[in-house]
Structures are given as structure tokens and as C-alpha cells.
């Protein structure tokens, strides 16, 4: 049975997770660690400068489990690096409370657990489905359903494996179940958010800022996760970790960005 480390960035008792752990226990030895508290849009982090703590925790369900002081991503590298005394055959993080589209994948700290199990050589998968407070459908059913989707990635996964430095990114759409359409294999989309800066003084005169959500705006372009979540469907994006844009690659090196005379510089430096 292969071992799966499910971890998420929305905390270790995020009722997600949950549905995570209970969908693939079924088909693998599950292992958790999470954080301890909610790290959404924590990006891909690492913490440097302070030791982490690691507790068993107990799930809602009464299983077993652990939590980090550290970030989504810290979870990752301890339970790669040993912590839980195995290291994983596949990371899954998810079920993240709120999608994970577009310019998204930067900020989630659900995708960047998936992005460091592959920097460890691990295959990761990202589940995300739309926010508790934002979906149509009640998340007792939202939940199982991206559970059982999670899961028929994960057999695939565990079957096929990955390329290297790759990983999956997953929304499901919050629909009704009998409304879903399937699965479409995407590329990154677009979303833009509308934030607002607003201004305010703290109690001792001091001005603070609060960048505020207005709202996203989402372009749902044919063959995009954005596209397909608005479609109905289920989105898996291959997703890597090279950012290189390749298309560039020639312009770029065509602005000759070379010094005229690099030695020069050589020279100077030298005599500093
Ligand atoms: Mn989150």
C-alpha cells in the first residue's frame, strides 16, 4: 500500500482535509501534517530562523494526527526529510477552501505543498474547490465529491507517476454531483483581482492599510481551469516548476544585455 502525506495550508482541522484523508484512506496508508493554524495565500515559504514544532493532534473524526508551528510547505519538507518516520510516495494537499486558478497558483499555499514535494522528488497533487462561504452547493456534499475526484487523480498518479518537476493542480467546481460534467486536462487561465486600498488610523494616530477584496474578475477562456470550472468540469492543469518562459528565451538574448566591456567591470571590481 503506497503511503500519502495529506497536508493543506487552510490548517490541520480544516474540515477539507478531512474529506482528503477519509476519500484516500481507503486506497493508501495516509499519513497528516499540517499546520497548526490557517497559512492560505502563504505562497511557497520557508521557514529559516526558528525551530519547528511538531504535535499529534486528533482529527473530528478521532484519527490521528500531526500538526506544525511551521508553514504548508515546511510540512512538506519534514515529512519528506523522515518526521513521521516514512517518507511519502505521493503529497496531496487539498481540499483547499477556495480555488486555486490562474494567478492563484502563486499566492496558494496548497499548490506550493504540491511545487515542494516535487523539489523533493515526489509526485504532488493540489485539490481545491470553492470556498465554504461562496459555494451554491452545502460542502456535506461539495466535499465527498472532490474527495472521489482527489482520489481517481491520485490512482491515476500512483499508476502513470509524474515527469519530474511536475505536479497536478485540481479544482473541482462547486456544482450538484448529478451536474458535473467530467474532467478536462487545462492550462493556467486568468483571473484579476479587484482590491481596494483602504486607509485607516490605528488608536494612536498611526495610519494603517488594508488591501481589500472587491471581488475577483475571472476570464473563463476554452481550455483553461477558469474556463472549465465555469463549464462545470473538474480541471487538472499540469503545472511546473520551471518558470522559464522558453518563448523568450532568443528575444531576450537578442537585447545584448552584454557590457561592452565586461573585463572592464572585472578590472574595477578588483580594485575595490
Ligand atoms: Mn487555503
Known sequence: MPTILVTN?????????????????????????APERNWSASGHSKTMHKPLRVHEVTLADGTPAFSSSGGPTDCVALAAEGVLGKRPDLVVSGIN?????????????????????????????????????????????LHPMAGRYARLVVERV?????PPDTLLNVNV???????????????????????????????????????GGLGVIDFPDDGTDVGAIANGFVSVTPIGLD???HGFLS????????????????????HV
Open 158 to 162: 500512483l499508476a502513470e507517476g509524474l
Open 173 to 211: 467546481p462547486a456544482v450538484a454531483p448529478s451536474n458535473l460534467k467530467g474532467i478536462e486536462i487545462t492550462r493556467q487561465g486568468k483571473r484579476r483581482y479587484k482590491d481596494e486600498l483602504i486607509k485607516r488610523e490605528d488608536p494612536y494616530g498611526q495610519p494603517y492599510y488594508w488591501l
Open 9 to 33: 495550508d487552510d490548517g490541520v482541522h480544516a474540515p477539507g482535509l478531512l474529506a482528503l484523508k477519509q476519500a484516500l484512506s481507503a486506497i493508501a496508508e495516509v499519513l497528516v501534517l
Open 251 to 270: 528575444t531576450l538574448a537578442e537585447w545584448h544585455l552584454q557590457p561592452e566591456h565586461p573585463s572592464q567591470d572585472r578590472d574595477e571590481e578588483s
Open 97 to 141: 477552501n477556495g480555488y486555486n486558478m490562474g494567478s492563484d497558483i502563486t499566492y496558494s499555499g496548497t499548490v506550493a505543498c504540491a511545487l515542494e514535494a516535487t523539489i523533493y522528488g515526489i509526485p504532488g497533487i493540489a485539490i481545491s474547490t470553492a470556498a465554504a462561504k461562496r459555494s451554491p452547493i452545502d460542502v456535506a456534499l
Open 243 to 245: 518558470y522559464t518562459r
